[in-house]
C-alpha cells in the first residue's frame, strides 16, 4: 500500500473513532434520561403486580452500569484515538514503502485434517505469527434491554405496474375478459371490477392473499434468524422477534426450548415452546424493525411497523398479562405474564405462546351502507371483515346489490363480525346501545337500552359482575357478592321480522379492586338483492358476540364483566343458496370470577337472523342465535356462584331466527311506441311520447311514469303521471317549450314502495329533433365557465366558455362579443362561428392586469341579439418560486462498507412571500450518470428571512456509489404548485480502493503425501467490494509464499505446488477437471496476476455471488502433496518465509 494511501486508511479509521465517541456520549446522556424515566416508571407501575415492578426494578439497576461501561468504552476510544492521531504523523513524516494487504496461509498438518487458515485482517498489518486460540466459551444471555440492535433493510425495488392482464393471471380471477373494462386492486386479498356490456356494472372480488401472485408465505418469508430470532422481510422493512428470557436462553436444552412456525393464507403463527421455570416467570420477546414501530393496542400487544402487524391477541384470550415497553423508536419489549397456579401449572410443565404476524391488506373490510357493487365474490379463503363500531364507524354493513345482483361466499370463505358491534361498558359501565348508539353511563347498573348493566359495589370488600347486552334475546344479570347494586341485562329491542340494520350491544364492566370490561356486542350485516338476484351462502358468517373479560386469577375481590350480545344477520334475495352456510350471531359468555369476594359476569343475549327469499335452496345449514352462558367461577364468592342465588350471574336468552318465504315483486316493462327513433319534429315544441307498460302490480293498482330528456344543457324531468294502467298506452306531454335542438329521451316508470327493493326501471332511449321554423327568435345565453366570483392566479388571458340556443332563421351561426368592465366596457374578443346549442370559447386578446373585472357575451343571429348574464372574475396571478442559493460541499469519500450521510441546505424564495412556498414538497436529490439517484424527499425548513425560507436536507451515499461529480438538483413548489429547481451545483466523491475477505480459514479433508489435485473444501473465498472502484481484469493478485516445515526446517511445500482461479468445476469434480486446479500457478514471492478475475463496485449485501453485487470468488487447489517431504507441520511463520498477501488496484 503506497503512503499516501496508507494515510487515508488511518484518517478514515480517525473519522470513524471521532463518530463512535459521539455515539458513545449520545448513548450515556440518554441512559441518564432512561434512569430518569424508569424512576418515573417504577412511581407509576405502583399499583401493578409485583412481575412489573421487578422489571421495572431490573432496569433501574442495570442502567447505572450501562453508564459505567460506556464510560469506559469512551476512554478506550479517546486512546484509541490518540494513537491514531500519532500514527498519522509517522506515516507523514516517513519515505515511500510498500506494505502489503497481508493474507496468512499457516498450517498443514499431514497427519490427519489439514487446515488452511487465512487471517481477517487486511488492515495494512503483515501478519508473520498465528497462534490458534481454544474455541469460545458458549454466550451467557442476561436480561439486559438492549435498545441499539436493530435490523438494516436495503430499499426495495420499484413495484412494476400492472395492468389488466398481469392482475388476471395473478389472482386466476374467473371473470370472462371480454366483460372486464377495468381493475383496481384494493389490497392483497381484493379487486374492484368494472364490466362492459355486460348484466353486472361493477363488482367486487375477495379471495386469500396474493401479493404479486405469491402466497402470503412466499411473499412474506420468515426465516431463522438464529435459534431465538424469527425475521421477516417484506416491502423495505425487515422485522425480527426474539424471544428474550436469558433463564431459559441458557439452559435452553434442559428447559426443552423449542422455536417453530406455520402459516396460514394470511399471517405466520410464530411458536415458542419451553418448560416453566418458575411460578412467577415473566415472558420478554424483543421485537425491533428497520422501520418505526408503532404501538397500537397495548392490551394485546399489538405493535405495526412498516405493513407488519405483529399481535398477542390470542394470548390475551388465553388469560395473559401483557405489558409492551417501548424502549426507543425501533425496539418494544412485550411482556407476558400469568397467575400459573390458579391454572393449575407447575414447575416444568409446557408451556406454549404463538402471536401472529401479518401485513397490512390481507383482509378486506366494508362499513356502513354499500351500493356501488351488483356483484360481490368472497372466495379461495377470502375474508370480508364487517368494521369495527366506534366514533367514525358504523360497526355493520349494508349491502344493496339491485335488482339482478349476485352476492356469493364459498365453503372456504367468511365473513368476519364478531365483536364488532357496541362497545362493552368499562368497569362499572353500562354496556353501549346497539338500537340507539348510546353510550353506556357510568356507576349505573340498569340496562342502557340494549346494553348490559354496569355492577355496582359498595364496600371495599364487595364484587359486583357487568351484565350481558340484549338484542334478540335479554342479557343475563351480572352477580352480586353480598352488598352494592346488581347489574341487569340489557333489554331486546327490534323485531324478528324487521328490516331495520342493528347490531349487538355492549356488556356492562364489572367493579371491584380492579374494574373490568363488558364483551363487545356482534356487528351487523345485510344483502339485499331484488326478484332477478341470486345470494349464495355456502361458507359462514360470524356476528356473534365478545366474551366479558375475565377476573384476574389471583385477585381478591374481583368480578367478570358481561357478555356481548349476538349481533344482526339480514339477508334478501329472490334466490337464496344456503347449501352448508354456517352462521352464527350468539351472545359473549359472561366474564369468569375469580377470588373470595369474586363474582362472574352475566352472559350475553342472541342477535337476530332474518332470511327472506322467494326461492329457498338449502342443505346442511347451521343457523344458531344462542345465548351467552354466565361466567365460569374459579373460588367464586357464595353469594353469586350459582344463578340460584338471590344476586347471583344468569345467562342470556336466545335470540330470534326467521326464514320468510314470500313473492317478490317485479320490475315494470316499458315498452316505447312514440315518435320513433331519430324523429325530426318540425311541428311542434311541446310533443307526445307515448308508451306501454307491463307489470305485476305487487303494490298499488297502477303506476307512476316520468319522461326524461336529455340536450348540452343537462338531463330533467318534463312531465309525470301518477296513474298510469297496466297494458294500457299512454302519453306524456312535454310540460316546457322544447327549443331547437337534438335531444334523446326515455321513460322511467315505478309500481311503488316496496320494503325490499326500490321498484322502479327505464325505458330503452330514443332520440328526437326539434326544429320548429317561425319569426326569429332572440338568441338565449348561458355562461358554462368561468364561474361567477372565481379568482384566477395562474393566466391573464383566460378562456370564457358559453352556450347560445337560437332557431338560426337568418345564418348558420352567430356572431358573439366577451365584453369585459375594469372601470370601463371594452370587448376583449370575439368569435363569428359559433354554432347553435354547442359549447363556445374566446380567450380574452389581451392580457389582464391585476384586479376584479365584469364580464359577459354578446350575440347576434344576424336579426336579433342578446345578453348574457353578467359576472364576476378577479386576476391575480401567482409568481414562480425560485431558488437562489445551493450549498456547495468540498470532495468527500465514501465510508468502506457503510453509508455516509451528507448534509445539504439550499434557499427558496417566494415573490408572493414565503408563505406561499410548499414545505411538504421541497426535497433534493443527488446524481451522476449510471448511479442510481439518492433522494431527500422530505427536507426540513431551518430558517427564514422575508420571502426565503432555507431548507437543511441529508443524503445518504451508499459505499458502491461511484467516484466523479454528482449533480445537486434542490426542487420546491408553492402552494399553486409552480414548480422551481435549482442544478447548478456539482460535488465530488472521491475514488476509494477497499475490499474485505471471507471466509477466515479455508479447509481441506484429509491430506497425505502423493495426493494431487485436492480442492478446498469450503471453497470459495469471497472478496466484497466495500469500495466505489471498479477492480477490473488484472486488478487482483496472489502473491504466495513456500511452507516451510516446523521440525524439518529443510523441507518445504512450494508455492508452485497450489493454483488460484475465480471459476471452479462441478461438486462433483476430481483431479484436472477441477478448474481451479488448472488456475494461476502461484510463485514463491511473486505478485501473480488472476487473468479473468473482476471485483466491480456493488451492493455485496445482495450476495449474488458476483460482479452485479460486487463480489468475487476465488477458489484454491493444492495440485500436488511432495512425496519427498516428511509428516509435519507446515507453514510460513518462520524464516525464508512469509505471509501470503491479496491485493487490488
Not at 473 to 501: E, F
Amino acid at each position: 500500500m503506497r503512503p499516501h494511501r496508507e494515510v487515508r486508511v488511518w484518517k478514515r479509521k480517525k473519522v470513524e473513532v471521532e463518530a463512535r465517541i459521539l455515539r458513545l456520549e449520545a448513548l450515556k446522556e440518554q441512559t441518564r434520561i432512561w434512569m430518569k424515566k424508569a424512576s418515573e416508571k417504577r412511581l407509576e407501575l405502583g399499583w401493578k403486580s409485583s412481575t412489573y415492578q421487578q422489571l421495572v426494578e431490573l432496569h433501574s439497576q442495570r442502567l447505572p452500569q450501562v453508564i459505567e461501561e460506556t464510560a469506559v468504552k469512551l476512554s478506550q476510544a479517546q486512546l484509541e484515538l490518540t494513537e491514531i492521531e500519532q500514527r498519522i504523523e509517522q506515516l507523514l513524516q516517513q519515505p515511500t514503502k510498500i506494505i502489503p494487504l497481508a493474507v496468512v496461509l499457516s498450517m498443514i498438518l499431514l497427519l490427519g485434517l489439514g487446515i488452511l487458515f487465512i487471517d481477517p485482517g487486511i488492515t495494512g498489518l503483515s501478519v508473520k505469527n498465528v497462534s490458534i486460540s481454544p474455541p469460545p466459551s458458549l454466550d451467557l444471555y442476561d436480561n439486559t434491554i438492549d435498545m441499539v440492535s436493530i435490523p438494516v433493510s436495503i430499499s426495495p425495488a420499484a413495484k412494476k405496474a400492472k395492468n389488466i392482464d398481469d392482475i388476471i393471471s395473478e389472482t386466476k380471477l374467473k371473470v370472462p375478459r371480454e366483460k372486464i373494462k377495468d381493475i383496481t386492486q384494493l389490497s392483497y386479498s381484493s379487486e374492484e371490477i368494472d364490466f362492459t356490456d355486460w348484466k353486472y356494472t361493477k363488482g367486487l372480488v375477495v379471495h386469500k392473499p396474493l401479493i404479486d401472485g405469491k402466497t402470503f408465505a412466499e411473499a412474506v418469508p420468515l426465516v431463522d434468524k438464529d435459534t431465538f430470532t424469527y425475521s421477516a422481510d417484506f416491502e423495505g422493512t425487515i422485522l425480527e422477534v426474539e424471544f428474550a428470557a436469558a433463564e431459559i436462553k441458557n439452559d435452553k436444552v434442559g428447559r426443552k426450548f423449542q422455536q417453530s412456525k406455520f402459516e396460514t393464507d394470511r399471517e405466520w403463527k410464530i411458536a415458542y415452546s419451553y418448560l416453566l421455570p418458575a411460578l412467577n416467570f415473566t415472558l420478554p420477546l424483543r421485537v425491533s424493525s428497520s422501520s418505526p414501530i408503532t404501538v397500537e393496542d397495548a392490551s394485546i400487544g399489538k405493535v405495526h411497523s412498516g405493513s407488519f402487524i405483529l399481535s398477542f391477541e390470542e394470548e390475551r384470550q388465553r388469560g395473559y398479562n401483557i405489558w409492551v415497553d417501548q424502549v426507543s423508536d425501533q425496539v418494544v419489549y412485550v411482556y407476558l405474564s400469568k397467575n400459573y397456579t390458579e391454572e393449575g401449572k407447575a414447575v416444568d410443565d409446557e408451556i406454549i405462546i404463538d402471536p401472529s404476524l401479518t401485513v397490512s391488506g390481507t383482509s378486506t373490510e366494508l362499513c356502513g351502507t354499500v351500493t356501488e357493487y351488483d356483484l360481490i365474490d368472497i372466495n379461495t379463503g377470502g375474508v370480508l371483515t364487517i368494521c369495527q363500531a366506534n366514533s367514525t364507524s358504523a360497526g355493520g354493513v349494508n349491502i344493496s346489490l339491485g335488482y339482478f345482483g349476485n352476492f356469493s361466499l364459498d365453503a372456504s370463505s367468511w365473513i368476519e363480525g364478531k365483536g364488532a358491534g357496541e362497545n362493552g361498558g368499562v368497569g362499572g359501565t353500562q354496556g353501549d346501545d346497539g338500537n340507539h348508539g348510546t353510550a353506556g353511563s357510568a356507576n349505573v347498573a340498569t340496562p342502557n337500552g340494549g346494553g348490559g348493566g354496569g355492577g355496582q359495589k359498595k364496600n371495599a370488600n364487595d364484587a359486583a359482575a357487568g351484565a350481558g347486552g340484549g338484542f334478540g334475546g335479554a342479557g343475563g344479570n351480572g352477580g352480586l357478592s353480598i352488598a352494592g347494586t346488581q347489574g341487569l341485562g340489557g333489554l331486546t329491542y327490534g323485531a324478528y321480522n324487521a328490516l331495520d340494520l342493528k347490531m349487538g350491544s355492549g356488556g356492562g364492566g364489572s367493579e371491584a379492586d380492579t374494574d373490568l370490561d363488558g364483551g363487545d356486542g356482534g356487528g351487523g350485516i345485510k344483502i339485499v338483492a331484488g326478484a332477478g338476484g341470486w345470494v349464495g351462502i355456502r361458507g359462514s358468517i360470524n356476528v356473534t358476540g365478545n366474551n366479558g373479560t375475565d377476573a384476574v386469577a389471583g385477585t381478591q375481590d374481583s368480578a367478570g364483566g358481561g357478555g356481548g350480545s349476538g349481533g344482526h344477520i339480514i339477508i334478501v334475495a329472490g334466490t337464496l343458496n344456503l347449501n352448508g352456510a354456517v352462521m352464527r350471531a350468539d351472545g359473549g359468555g359472561g366474564g369468569l370470577g375469580s377470588g373470595t369476594d369474586s363474582c362472574p359476569g352475566g352472559g350475553g343475549g342472541g342477535g337476530r337472523i332474518y332470511l327472506v327469499y322467494e326461492t329457498l335452496q338449502a342443505n346442511s345449514t347451521f343457523i344458531t342465535t344462542n345465548h351467552g352462558y354466565l361466567g365460569g367461577n374459579v373460588s367464586a364468592d357464595a353469594a353469586c356462584d350459582n344463578p340460584s342465588d338471590a344476586l347471583g350471574p344468569t345467562h342470556g336468552a336466545n335470540g330470534t331466527i326467521q326464514f320468510n318465504g314470500t313473492y317478490f315483486d317485479r320490475l315494470p316493462i316499458i315498452t316505447l311506441l312514440a315518435p320513433a327513433n331519430l324523429t325530426i319534429n318540425s311541428t311542434t315544441s311541446t310533443p307526445d311520447f307515448v308508451f306501454n307498460v307491463s307489470d305485476d302490480l305487487f303494490a298499488q293498482p297502477y303506476l307512476n311514469c316520468t319522461l326524461w330528456l336529455s340536450s348540452s344543457a343537462g338531463t330533467q324531468a318534463y312531465g309525470t303521471n301518477n296513474t298510469v294502467f297496466n297494458a294500457t298506452k299512454t302519453s306524456i306531454t312535454t310540460n316546457a317549450t322544447l327549443s331547437n335542438g337534438p335531444y334523446s329521451w326515455m321513460i322511467n316508470c315505478s309500481d311503488g314502495f316496496d320494503p325490499l327493493m326500490e321498484r322502479s326501471n327505464s325505458s330503452e332511449t330514443r332520440n328526437i329533433t326539434i326544429d320548429i321554423v317561425s319569426a326569429d327568435q332572440t338568441p338565449l345565453l348561458s355562461l358554462l365557465s368561468p364561474a361567477n366570483h372565481t379568482r384566477n392566479t395562474t393566466d391573464t388571458t383566460p378562456e370564457f366558455m358559453f352556450n347560445v340556443t337560437d332557431d338560426m332563421i337568418a345564418q348558420p351561426y352567430l356572431n358573439c362579443t366577451l365584453w369585459m368592465n375594469n372601470g370601463t366596457d371594452a370587448a376583449f374578443g370575439t368569435n363569428n362561428t359559433v354554432f347553435n346549442a354547442t359549447k363556445a370559447i374566446i380567450s380574452a386578446n389581451s392580457s389582464l392586469n391585476d384586479g376584479n373585472y365584469l364580464w359577459w357575451t354578446n350575440c347576434s343571429d344576424g336579426v336579433q341579439s342578446n345578453l348574457s348574464e353578467i359576472r364576476n372574475i378577479s386576476i391575480a396571478t401567482n409568481g414562480v418560486p425560485s431558488i437562489t442559493f445551493v450549498s456547495n460541499l468540498s470532495a468527500v469519500s465514501i465510508i468502506e462498507g457503510g453509508v455516509r450521510q451528507i448534509n445539504f441546505s439550499f434557499l427558496a424564495s417566494d415573490p408572493d412571500g414565503r408563505g406561499d412556498l410548499d414545505n411538504t414538497s421541497a426535497q433534493l436529490r443527488i446524481s451522476r450518470l449510471g448511479e442510481a439517484d439518492r433522494t431527500n424527499t422530505s427536507c426540513t425548513p431551518v430558517g427564514t428571512f422575508e420571502n426565503n425560507i432555507n431548507y437543511s436536507c441529508s443524503i445518504n451515499l451508499w459505499y458502491y456509489d461511484g467516484a466523479g461529480f454528482w449533480t445537486i438538483n434542490a426542487s420546491i413548489r408553492d402552494t399553486q404548485s409552480l414548480y422551481s429547481e435549482n442544478n447548478s451545483m456539482q460535488f465530488m466523491v472521491l475514488e476509494t480502493t477497499a475490499f474485505a475477505i471471507g471466509p477466515t480459514a479455508l479447509t481441506w479433508a484429509t491430506l497425505e503425501l502423493g495426493n494431487t489435485n485436492r480442492t478446498a473444501t469450503n471453497d470459495p473465498m469471497t472478496l466484497n467490494n466495500t469500495g466505489n472502484k471498479d477492480i477490473v481484469t488484472t486488478g487482483i493478485t496472489v502473491t504466495g509464499y513456500d511452507l516451510r516445515g516446523l521440525t524439518t526446517t529443510t523441507e518445504f511445500i512450494r508455492a508452485t505446488n497450489f493454483s488460484v482461479s475465480n471459476v471452479n468445476g462441478s461438486s462433483s469434480c476430481s483431479g484436472v477437471t477441477c478448474l481451479e486446479c488448472n488456475g494461476t500457478i502461484m510463485f514463491n514471492n511473486t505478485a501473480e496476476t488472476l487473468p479473468n478475475a473482476i471485483l466491480s463496485a456493488g451492493n455485496f449485501s445482495l450476495n449474488y455471488q458476483n460482479d452485479t453485487s460486487g463480489q468475487e470468488n476465488l477458489f484454491f487447489c493444492l495440485m500436488t502433496v511432495p512425496l519427498e517431504i516428511s509428516r509435519q507441520t507446515y507453514d510460513t511463520s518462520q524464516e525464508q518465509t512469509a505471509s501470503w498477501v491479496i491485493t487490488i488496484n
